[in-house]
């Protein structure tokens, strides 16, 4: 069976905002203008097709990314359906609880639309989901949104883009007018003036440029050119000798630019006035690369340990990365996965090299938002979801048994807010178990946990909406109803000095006895240089590192693996209040052992009243989570909001104008000042002021505030 699609024409690629800058507005254009839906779905009117959850439609906001496969014919083809393009994207939430749904998407996309508001330009989560295509090198071209609102600016929001994002940031187009007057766009490429007319903007006229707006055109084509060229010695050179170079060698420069992220293309439009959407989805076919134009991927080979790659090319072995589950109503579990290299059929097995197991991967579909469609074999480059993978999660490979590969997993941020969950009724407490574990296998940034003193189940997440939906999906999807307590903050501790620690556990009762014995020294956990080679005596995670530098066999290899299981169980519960601990480096220095007596479990015992001891004298501190916030209030309130914020022990870093009288506070808070902040900040600016926040990094808790979370915990 052969693939039906040419690898050159298709388009990995994901949609990417801030809340509200019109990402799902902008998705129903693309879903309405490529001819999946016939007709255009409003957030507002809450009949959109990629926020298919209730939730999603009676918020009005993106909960889950939804995956759309559709079809483009650029507009320049006049129509030669032949060169046609299959775009799989994913429409991601801009909400930052939900900030993990944009991770691991963009871990397995090769490009990105990112999206702006014409009024607010770059906001806080824009900042965030730039810095994760930046940390996987995705191509990205800007979409400047809602030119049609009140207070928009086409170079106010660009300036913010080459301000607080990327210097390279260039402008492809110019509006024509703006606010109530926008009325098309420019190409500065072509140098034509584009408007949108007919049913939903699907009819393009294309025209000479307005006189009133040739000679800011000509200035600005002169700087898209002079940025292309740099790109090329050949073109500059021509260039300087006063040869423009042609509109081909230059589609053909900036794409390769744009794809080595060298260059950013930047256009504009409204998607909700239907203006502009058209000529973004030909340069996602311009200037975002195809899977054949992205780097090989690489990966560890299970057996050695060393580095492996693999092209995408349908002849080499199966990879493929498992980046999300979702539990679908119809057909029950589904596992999203993007094929990296080879090929797999629907009904065979696959080996997860993550967990060593073999699975049969029952059926393939492709997904169109809520709608599935059945295939029976997918390719390299291809985005589907396996139905029937009962062990694989999120971040597992799947591979060819024969040529095992593990692909780097996705890292996800920590939870940083907790609260309490009960049953309301017996019968519920089988079913609320069984919901929350199909609930977190989908969601990483959601965790279970429970409480070991009182029995009592707490659930973590990325902030109070994260928790509040998750709490409402189990009772709409799985009919479970339970009470909650109030949220809290997910506090961790850590050591900030180095202590040495030894334990001797020896146990007699008659008979075989217990021996074991070891001595660690305890540090802070320092931070590793990218592409730093880790020694193969350290074991190393995200929050602990364990080295073993015993020499000469003072304790058996056999048990080395429990020594380090009894320093992690032991950091489950900290020194300073019983929060877990992180960023600790514990190093085995030495130890002994009885050859009939020793056992793992002594050892585990042994490790972990080591690390007690040790930690107790290593001064240990609380960290608590710090929010990066951006309040936009009123004027009139900004001494108000800011007095208030400095109240919250709020650290202000910065402000801004905006138009309409708005000023715009920079602040980072600790998130245990800011529950119910959104409220507060409403009833303080008249219902005008908003408050979007994201974690942004954990931090030492002064003494005064440390004294009353020890207090609090008695």
């Known amino acids: 069976m052969n693939r039906d699609y040419p690898l050159e024409r298709v388009r990995n690629f994901g949609i990417i905002a801030h809340i509200d800058a019109g990402k799902t507005t902008t998705s129903e254009r693309i879903l309405y203008y490529t001819g999946m839906s016939h007709k255009i779905g409003e957030v507002h009117e809450g009949d959109t097709v990629t926020d298919w959850m209730e939730q999603e439609r009676e918020r009005g906001i993106t909960i ?33 609880d939900f900030t993990a749904e944009v991770k691991r998407s963009l871990r397995v996309l090769d490009g990105a639309v990112v999206v702006f508001d014409g009024v607010a330009g770059v906001e806080p989560q824009s900042e965030t989901n730039w810095r994760y295509a930046d940390d996987g090198n995705v191509p990205r071209i800007c979409f400047i949104n809602k030119l049609d609102r009140m207070g928009a600016s086409f170079e106010r929001s660009f300036q913010s883009i080459l301000d607080r994002l990327n210097k390279n940031a260039v402008r492809m187009q110019i509006p024509i007018g703006a606010e109530e007057n926008f009325e098309g766009v420019i190409d500065l490429l072509k140098m034509k003036a584009f408007y949108f007319e007919g049913d939903m903007g699907n009819k393009i006229r294309e025209e000479d440029i307005p006189a009133e707006y040739l000679d800011e055109a000509k200035k600005r084509r002169g700087e898209l050119i002079e940025k292309v060229v ?37 256009f504009t439009g409204s998607a909700l006035k239907n203006k502009g959407v058209q000529l973004v989805l030909d340069a996602v076919v311009d200037y975002l690369p195809s899977p054949m134009e992205i780097p090989p991927i690489h990966g560890i080979d299970p057996k050695n340990g060393e580095t492996i790659y693999r092209h995408t090319s349908d002849t080499e072995p199966f990879a493929a990365l498992a980046f999300k589950l979702q539990n679908d109503p119809f057909v029950g579990a589904l596992t999203f996965f993007r094929v990296y290299s080879g090929t797999i059929e629907a009904g065979s097995y696959v080996y997860n090299s993550s967990t060593g197991e073999r699975e049969r991967l029952g059926r393939i579909v492709r997904l169109q938002a809520d709608k599935r469609e059945e295939v029976k074999k997918v390719f390299a480059g291809e985005i589907a979801a396996a139905v029937g993978l009962k062990d694989t999660k999120t971040s597992h490979t799947l591979c060819d048994e024969a040529n095992p590969i593990i692909l780097d997993p996705i890292k996800f941020v920590e939870p940083v807010v907790s609260l309490r969950i009960e049953p309301k009724t017996k019968a519920d407490q089988e079913k609320m178990g069984l919901a929350l574990k199909k609930l977190s296998d989908e969601d990483p940034t959601f965790k279970i946990s429970s409480n070991t003193e009182t029995g009592e189940t707490i659930i973590s997440g990325m902030g109070e909406l994260h928790l509040d939906i998750m709490v409402d999906r189990m009772k709409r999807e799985f009919s479970v109803e339970a009470n909650v307590g109030k949220p809290q903050v997910a ?171 708005i000023k715009i506070i920079r602040a980072t808070v600790p998130l245990a000042e800011m529950f119910g902040y959104t409220t507060q900040l409403r009833s303080m600016t008249e219902g005008r002021g908003n408050a979007p926040m994201e974690f942004s990094h954990y931090a030492i808790v002064p003494p005064q505030v440390e004294k009353q979370i020890v207090e609090g915990k008695k």
């Not at 995956?67 to 991601?92: E, M, Q, V």
């Not at 202590?499 to 001595?519: L, M, N, T, W």
């Open 230 to 266: 740099e790109q090329d010695d050949v073109l500059m050179s021509a260039y300087l000798e006063g040869k423009e170079p042609s509109l081909e060698d230059l589609k053909k420069t900036l794409r390769k630019a744009t794809i080595e992220v060298k260059i950013i293309p930047v």
């Open 491 to 661: 506090y961790r501790e850590t050591i900030t000095a180095s202590a040495e620690a030894e334990h001797k556990y020896i146990k007699q009762s008659g008979g075989k006895g217990q021996y074991g014995h070891v001595k660690i020294t305890l540090k802070p956990m320092e931070k590793l240089e990218e592409g730093a080679k880790i020694p193969k005596n350290v074991h190393r995670y995200d929050d602990f590192e364990f080295i073993d530098s015993i020499k000469g066999g003072v304790i058996p290899q056999e048990f080395i693996p429990a020594v380090e299981k009894g320093v992690r169980e032991a950091m489950g519960r900290g020194i300073v209040a019983g929060f877990p601990m992180v960023d600790v480096s514990c190093e085995l220095t030495y130890g002994s052992y009885h050859d009939v007596d020793s056992s793992e479990i002594a050892y585990k015992i042994a490790a972990s009243q080591a690390f007690q001891d040790g930690a107790k004298r290593a001064k240990p501190v609380i960290l608590e989570p710090i929010m990066k916030v951006e309040v936009s209030v009123p004027e009139k309130f900004f001494g108000d909001i800011t007095g208030n914020l400095s109240g919250k022990r709020a650290q202000i870093e910065g402000f801004e104008d905006r138009p309409g009288g």
């Open 64 to 96: 889950t990314a939804a995956a759309i496969t559709c079809f483009w014919n650029p507009t320049y083809l006049n129509g030669n359906t032949s060169l046609k393009h299959r775009f799989n994207i994913i429409d991601t939430p801009g909400h930052i």
